[in-house]
């Protein structure tokens, strides 16, 4: 049994700021609506019928979302919000939490009884101004990233799309040399999903920890290609010419990040390009020893470095290219090597050119890679329906899903979806997470009640969607390719 809450004494505030010590307390239903909310949440919310009105559009998107979680069972704690007051200048920090109320039914099984959401004021009034607005700032750029990250994947998700499916129509209208363009587009467009992860990771505190067997020279080939207008095309433009020298002999695997690798070699190479602006050469050389391991060196023929310069390369914020650096390439580069338990080292003399060689532990023993090479069932279709509130990530979809000889219904939001699931029958439902007014979850839970057996695939562009439960039976991050698609469908049906 949930118990109300307790209604005691509550200080009226007087200040236009109401920054007493009074806990928050909010009650809701299983249905998501509001039942109770005491004195102190009224001052600070305002009006019981309207709960979240003081918010941004964007917190109230990220209130609904944590309500959401906690309806399904999930603890979210220690959340801030900013809430704008009438009448005063700056938002009022609140910490919430959403705390979901169960108890065991006769079986003993938990049962979603009501979600208590508690909070407190994180102000003090004479000291708070400066660094709340700063904090304000800084939370609000944070939000506005993870937005552009969702978008930036839907994007990405249109630009793989679209190159897989030219890729699979023959490769007639892209000329000579059009599949290494179409595979250079492909492995961008993947590395630029790899960094919107690093992102959102970053935004969140969450580290990347899993490392996979990798080819360090494929990574040093994909790198140079990746950056050729840099030391090809532009210098050319401007009458300067640039040449690579490339000997990346086969070496053993070692354990690391594709994408975090090659990040270093691209700075190493955009480096190298602007040690040369009368030109050079810049090459790449590869090689195993058992003493050190697997080794790659990357060098140039440009100004190189005095020896003070060369001590400090590494540290962060330093830079020797005033306005136009940061002083973070080089310190990145070094963090990262040593997450993959390497070395960094640099020979440079002033006047001939610089050498950075990097050296990484080889696998004790060459993994034993199993492929699949059959294709999925190209004669069973499967009746398909798509939910996305943006065109081009239905529209990609649907012609991938095409290509397969699935039919394929669409729809632009989760409404939408429940009306046409009313009328027709699916194998399989593909949809969106971050959708307004209903995300995925909340359409997955509806689509279980009416169809129990009905498999759903939620599609999602942020790292934090969560795992597969009772209502989701998969979950898979954009942008996605086309295998990953079938697999889902091979499956799930």
Known sequence: MVTEPSTNTVTTF?????????LLVATLSTEGEMVYQNEAWQNVFGPPSRPWTRLSDQEQGLAAQFTEQALNGKFVTAEVFLVRIPNWDQPLPVLLNFIPAQTPDANGVLRLKAVNITGEVLTEPTTWMTNQTERHRMETLGRMTMGI????NNLLSGILGHTELLKRSGLKSVGPGGVEHLDTIEQAALDGA??????????????????????????VQDSITLTKPYWYNEP?????????SVDLREVPLINGSSSDLKDIFVNLILNAVQAMPHGGTISFRAEYTENQ???????????????????????????????????????????????????????????????????????ETT????????EPDEGKSS??????????????????????????????????????????????????????????????????KMSPDLPIVLLT?????????????????????????????????
């Open 14 to 22: 007087t200040s236009p700021v109401p920054v007493e010590a009074d």
């Open 149 to 152: 990250a969702h978008d930036f």
């Open 194 to 219: 790899s960094l919107v992860r690093k992102i959102q990771q970053y935004i969140r505190h969450e580290r990347q920890t899993a490392f996979e067997p990798v080819n360090i020279g494929k990574i």
């Open 236 to 244: 050319r433009r401007q009458g300067i010419s640039i040449d690579t």
């Open 293 to 363: 391991g697997v080794a790659v060196a990357v060098s140039d023929t440009g100004t190189g470095m005095t020896d003070r310069v060369r001590a400090r390369i590494f540290e962060p914020l330093f830079t020797t290219k005033g306005k136009r650096g940061t002083g973070m390439g080089l310190a990145v580069c070094y963090g990262t090597v040593q997450e993959h338990d390497g070395e960094i080292d640099v020979e440079t003399r002033l006047g001939f050119g610089t050498t950075f060689i990097l050296r990484f532990p080889h696998l």
């Open 367 to 374: 993994p034993v890679i199993e492929t699949d090479s059959s």
């Open 383 to 448: 009746r398909i329906l798509i939910v996305d509130d943006e065109p081009m990530v239905r529209s990609v979809l649907t012609k991938l899903l095409s290509l397969k000889g699935h039919t394929v219904t669409e729809a632009a939001s989760g409404a939408e979806a429940l009306a046409i699931c009313h009328n027709e029958s699916f194998d399989l439902v593909f949809t969106d997470q971050g959708m307004p007014e209903m995300n995925g979850r909340i359409l997955a839970r509806k689509l279980r």
């Open 461 to 493: 562009g942020d790292t934090e969607a969560g795992s597969p439960d009772s209502d989701v039976n998969l979950v898979l991050s954009k942008p996605f390719k086309l295998e990953s698609l079938e697999m889902a469908i091979a499956e799930l049906v």
